[in-house]
């Protein structure tokens, strides 16, 4: 994994340490991965400007694995316990004002 960045939109939309950012692994890619109090958080984000409905969230199973597995044999990550797939969407109303929604673990299926 690369230097760590922080940037404060990374510490509105990303929890823990950023990791990567815009990371891609053959034609799969991730915006952000970071490490959150021991497990590895992938993060998709989808942004709309203007409009009343959020942007459009697709959790893509097959894809978060494919991109889990080809990080953590990449990665000389310490203390992993668990790795989990977010999303984060912006609905940009204004210049102003934005609304977040943050869906954490959002393939946890209850197993």
Known sequence: MGKVRKRPFQQVLVPGEVL?????HGS???????????ELVF???????????MPQEEPD???????AAACVAESEVENLTSIRYD????LVVDSEKVLLRHHKNVLNDGR
Do not use: H, N, P
């Open 20 to 24: 990567e950012e815009s990371w891609a």
């Open 28 to 38: 799969d890619s991730i915006d952000f991965i970071a490490m959150d109090e021991g």
């Open 87 to 90: 999303i984060v969407s912006l």
């Open 61 to 67: 199973r097959e894809r978060f694995g494919r991109i």
């Open 43 to 53: 993060v998709d984000t989808a942004t709309k400007c203007g409009g009343y409905d």
